[in-house]
């Protein structure tokens, strides 16, 4: 009976969601004005598929209860959206064309490869990425200074934090459209005080590139800070101490005991860190859209033109989808690096 | 110019009315003729009225400015609809919010006409790049949630050929009087198909907005002089003198601080930075005897690597050095607004708000220093068809670019199964494009310039306040723009920002040095013909024809 029951929704599910796609492609005139009816199928599916779970198998399938509406959420809004994005991924779609949407294959693919702002874009990215590195250090060593026993150090700790709390879009604006800003901004003024004539943050490639990673950096580097800050106060001071007593300096204990301690904490803050870094592109595309001649553009802020200025939103999707791999293959790969590396270490 | 003079002396301005009426009076005409002049009169009476709110040099306008503009402006609505007789009718309005301009002014506007119609209305604020993504997507996903859109001409292939918009019932065009619009801005502009959809509020093209104080100082004319240049100092006529001035005044100073000529928008700006090289390129590449300058009519093959735009790019790269050093950072809302508003540099083109802005706004510097006219003209010009470099016997060869056609109001057919709703969105469009408010529009900040023959009348532009000399040379250089000839006109094809985006991306390549004039163009002739295929190569060329008149 519950099997009969998960078949027939199945079946009623699979129905509906074959006469819509019949007639969204005009092979038949039966069909919804848009897919909410699809959407409700779906509900009502996992409805019977739950009730059938628990008919047909019982004392199990009331365990299964437990998981299944878990996993029916994570297909709605994490699988079945990525598999859509590889399909409008493989269509010749842009908004204004007469014929609409189309099939074509590995098109896109292969025009990613021969697309030079892309690729100048993932260099860019390679630089934005390194430099989470030197982010790292700066915001280890605020983590220590906080973890010390310092004077104001709780005020300290929530000042620190603030830049975080910031929208990059504000940052953006605050920070490179007004203290940055080559007539008026007090960091063009202290920087003509300081002997340098034309104070032009986003002018010249390599310096709008500092610029842009120092404004992210800025926004960034306390959530750095603070993980590793929560990482210094859950290490076991005996271990310091007894480190002291044995006659370590302070440069030996952080070398011998404080940094591979905190090893899996920084692994895991730099992988967080990175991920973030990937996406950069709201202080890029308010601040220079990319320029000077692509040297601050990222993949993010290309695509965004890609698919908001340009309305190709097969090839944006393209876009998106070949860096999408591109960030789980680098991961994954980076993840079992630091694993081998942290055992060594240990 | 001459044109302009022209028309000034035949169309109806407030001196001219005042005689007529007074003339008809002392004949001791008819009632109904009498009737006529105490309208006319009334009229007249408004438009003073208005244009005193709040009083041009009497600080930027307020929502309460605009409340009470629309509160005057309402006996057009009122003629037409009843009080309360849209109670309970929403409408929702999609539009932008540049420079705080716009949907902002059109809320203050329609405050008055909600309270008297009963009608409401929901916002949809844009940012101006963030505008044709925005209706992109509803057109191509079937999406459109807005009864009334704020739109310009360029779309109208998108949402007028899409069978998306209402066609204009007679009762609004006579409300708005449609006949007062300027010649480039009456059909096929603002129609489909032999159609009428769009109430025009704006009208757009772009202008020269030069330094009055660079172009008359004695140090610099001296120095001019010094320097062994040719003629005389003053005002730039041809792009090749721009180009001369701009490098000249590299490295001088005036009033202590440092000088600068033109200013380029080399930073991309959602596809409307394109216009600014556009209004370089044309007096190179729009001929005389050729309506195109873009594409090639029956091919839409991309001229922009021809010699001409290619010549208006290095112009770009050569006057670079002599700009603000950050200026590759520099978008067309830079320029206007921060630079040349601001006291930094002396020549940019514009849309018409420079002018409006400069004088009646807290944000300018420049009010009193600021001069007009149209775009600067080259000594040759390149023609397409011969492929050589022809100069006029009429002298240098100019091509003002009329860019974007302004923005209009149009009503969207989904209002059509609901004849109340229906009405209410054309009289809410017909109040925003009414005659009377689009005087004071074009007078103060708003985002629109002047658009009707009623407009041009110099005498009602110093009532309100502006200086005789400073608002012909204004007008001027507006309605000769749009009365000229040789003018360069926006295609109204599907996509054309998209063209203009992938431009601009190539552009800012070269203008970092990334790579020359010639092989960026090449480049962006090469996108431009992949983006044609894409959307469809034989029903642009059609459109693109249909756009050209």
């Known amino acids: ?346 | 110019m001459n044109q302009h003079d022209q028309y000034q002396g035949t169309g109806p301005n407030r001196r001219s009315v005042l005689k007529g009426a007074a003339g008809a009076a002392a004949l001791g005409t008819t009632g109904a003729l009498g009737a006529l002049t105490e309208r006319a009169l009334a009229q007249d009476n408004l438009r003073a009225r208005i244009l005193q709110i709040p009083g041009v040099g009497k600080g930027a306008p307020t929502d309460a400015d605009w409340q009470k503009v629309g509160e005057l402006c309402l006996e057009p609505t009122k003629a037409n609809v009843k009080e309360g007789e849209f109670k309970g009718v929403e409408l929702s309005f999609m539009g932008l919010n540049n420079q705080n301009l716009h949907n902002l002014l059109f809320r203050g506007f329609l405050k008055p006409w909600e309270a008297y119609t009963g009608a409401k209305i929901s916002w949809i604020d844009l940012a101006q790049a963030d505008y044709n993504p925005r209706l992109q997507q509803a057109i191509a996903t079937g999406t459109v949630d807005f009864d009334i859109l704020e739109m310009g001409a360029p779309f109208e292939g998108d949402v007028c050929g899409k069978g998306l918009a209402s066609e204009m019932p007679d009762w609004v065009k006579k409300q708005i009087d449609i006949d007062d619009y300027v010649d480039y801005l009456k059909p096929p502009v603002g129609t489909w198909n032999g159609k009428t959809y769009r109430v025009t509020i704006d009208g757009d093209c772009h202008n020269f907005n030069y330094r009055t104080d660079y172009f008359s100082d004695p140090a610099l004319a001296k120095a001019w002089k010094d320097a062994g240049n040719q003629g005389e100092w003053g005002v730039p006529k041809t792009w090749q003198q721009v180009q001369a001035v701009t490098k000249f005044l590299k490295g001088k100073k005036i009033k202590g601080q440092n000088a600068f000529g033109y200013l380029d928008a080399p930073k991309p700006w959602g596809g409307f930075g394109f216009y600014f090289l556009g209004s370089r390129a044309s007096a190179y590449a729009k001929h005389p005897d050729d309506k195109a300058w873009l594409f090639d009519v029956d091919t839409m093959k991309p001229r922009i690597n021809n010699p001409g735009w290619v010549r208006a790019i290095q112009d770009v790269i050569d006057a670079l050095p002599s700009e603000p050093a950050d200026q590759l950072n520099a978008d067309p809302n830079t320029t206007g607004f921060q630079q040349f508003l601001a006291g930094i540099g002396s020549m940019i083109p514009w849309w018409g708000d420079i002018g409006q802005v400069a004088k009646a706004s807290d944000t300018s510097v420049v009010g009193d220093i600021v001069g007009f006219d149209i775009l600067p003209g080259s000594d040759d010009v390149y023609n397409a068809k011969t492929g050589n470099w022809d100069k006029l016997a009429s002298g240098p060869n100019h091509a003002p670019n009329c860019a974007y056609l302004g923005w209009g109001v149009y009503v969207m057919a989904r209002v059509a199964g609901d004849e109340r709703k229906h009405k209410a969105a054309w009289s809410a469009a017909a109040h925003l494009g009414g005659k009377d408010l689009s005087l004071w529009t074009v007078m103060y900040p708003s985002g629109f310039q002047v658009h009707r023959t009623s407009h041009s009348s110099i005498d009602e532009w110093v009532a309100a306040g502006y200086d005789r000399k400073y608002i012909t040379s204004y007008l001027n250089s507006q309605f000769s723009s749009y009365n000229h000839p040789n003018r360069a006109v926006e295609p109204r094809i599907p996509g054309i920002f998209q063209y203009y985006s992938i431009a601009e991306d190539e552009l800012t390549k070269i203008f970092a040095g990334k790579a020359s004039a010639q092989a960026g163009a090449d480049n962006i002739a090469a996108a431009w013909e992949k983006l044609t295929d894409q959307i469809g190569r034989e029903k642009q060329i059609a459109l693109y024809k249909a756009s050209l008149g």
């Open chain 1, 1 to 346: 009976m519950g099997r009969a029951l998960i078949v027939l929704a199945s079946l009623g599910g699979a129905l509906i969601l074959l006469v819509q796609i019949l007639h969204t492609t005009g092979t038949i005139a039966a069909g919804f004005a848009d897919w909410r009816p699809v959407l409700y199928a779906y509900l009502v599916w996992t409805v019977a598929f739950a009730v059938g779970q628990v008919m047909a198998r019982g004392q199990r399938g009331l365990r299964a209860l437990f998981l299944l509406p878990a996993v029916l959420f994570t297909v709605a809004v994490v699988i079945f959206p990525t598999l859509f994005g590889f399909y409008i991924a493989s269509l010749d779609w842009n908004l204004s064309s007469f014929a609409g949407p189309h099939f074509n294959g590995l098109g896109n693919l292969i025009g990613l490869f021969n697309d030079s702002y892309y690729w100048n874009a993932l260099g860019n990215m390679l630089f934005y990425t390194t430099a989470v590195l030197g982010e790292y250090a700066i915001a280890f060593g605020l983590a220590l200074l906080l973890n010390a026993e310092i004077r104001g150090r709780k005020f300290f700790r929530v000042v620190f934090l603030l830049p975080l709390m910031l929208s990059p879009v504000a940052v953006s604006w605050m920070i490179g459209k007004s203290i940055m800003e080559y007539r008026f901004g007090p960091a063009a003024t202290l920087a003509r005080t300081l002997g340098w004539d034309n104070p032009a943050f986003f002018a010249s490639p390599w310096i709008a590139r500092f610029s842009i990673e120092a404004m992210d950096a800025w926004v960034s580097i306390p959530f750095i800070m603070i993980m590793l800050l929560a990482g210094l106060q859950a290490m076991p001071k005996e271990v310091l101490e007894a480190a002291k007593v044995d006659g370590a300096g302070g440069w030996q204990s952080f070398r011998h005991v404080t940094f591979p301690i905190m090893l899996p904490v920084s692994v895991t803050v730099l992988l967080i860190r990175m991920i973030f870094k990937l996406k950069l592109a709201d202080i890029v595309i308010n601040v220079t859209a990319g320029g000077p001649g692509g040297a601050t553009d990222t993949v993010s802020s290309f695509i965004y033109r890609v698919y908001r200025d340009r309305s190709n939103v097969g090839y944006g999707t393209g876009l998106a989808m070949f860096y999408l791999l591109m960030i789980i293959v680098l991961l994954t790969v980076l993840l079992r690096l630091s694993r081998r590396w942290t055992q060594k270490v240990a």
